[in-house]
């Protein structure tokens, strides 16, 4: 058998695992080999590359990355799909010593037997931010890759300042990388059909603004400033720097009006503020 999985295989390899898919694990498998040449295509899958993918369920995405990758990492937590996996690229015509399955809870990984080099899934949609932010800072050799979360997410990953999605996730996100949108995805390739909408995040890596010091202590502000996203920053960041004056004293040595709200910066500028914070 050669190609990618349709919707009849799909639900017949389910059936015979015994898996109904749950919200728990946000288990909407992808039905259409399309959608999932799409994706690999939009994140410039190449034969040298090494592709991870997070969740691979029952194997859509998996497949379409062995047709075009070096090869290929999949994390799964479920055992049941994890174990399929390796059968079903077999069955597909794809050699499985190519495919590297790691049964585990893809927040707890935090090193690989290789050093993947793309990052394509489709999400659990419940983690799928800090999965996402947790992968970028764990494996560097990570250059780009295109994820699908809900599209609430992925307009929140790739926001610009002063807009209603801009948040910590934005900021953060692009620590290590420039986000954008890479296309919506219709609810009907799913099985299930979820009850949200799905959108395509690209990334692609640049060098990280400064060291894991000055990342931590960003990292502390930008949750300060979007813990209370309505308030003035030097109320917001009042408790962080001990009080509302040393917060506005640190800000106004960062060159940066304390009575802005954190939606109006961007991360030069968190950051500008950590400097500021760390010479104080
Ligand atoms: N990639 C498949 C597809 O597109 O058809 C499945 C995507 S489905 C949205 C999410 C997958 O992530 C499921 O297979 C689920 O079992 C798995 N999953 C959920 N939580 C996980 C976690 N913490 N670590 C690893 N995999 C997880």
Redesign the pocket.
Known sequence: MTGLLGASEIREIAGRLGVVPTKK??????VDANTCRRIVKSADVTDTDIAL??????G??TLALLETAASVVV????AR?ATELPLTAERHGFNPELLTVITQ???TVNELPMSPTVLV????YN?SVPVLLNFLAKFPTLRAGVVMVQSEVADRLAAKPNTKSYGSPSVKANWWADMSLAGTVGRTIFWPIPNVDSALVKFVRHPTPGDEALRKATFAIIEAAFAQRRKMLRGALSELFGSSAAASEIMVRAGIDPTLRGEALELAQFIAIANAAQSA
């Open positions: 694990l946000g288990q909407n498998f992808v993918e997070i969740g691979p369920g029952l859509s995405l994390i799964e937590i479920d799909l809870d893809a927040l899934a489709n999400l659990p983690i």
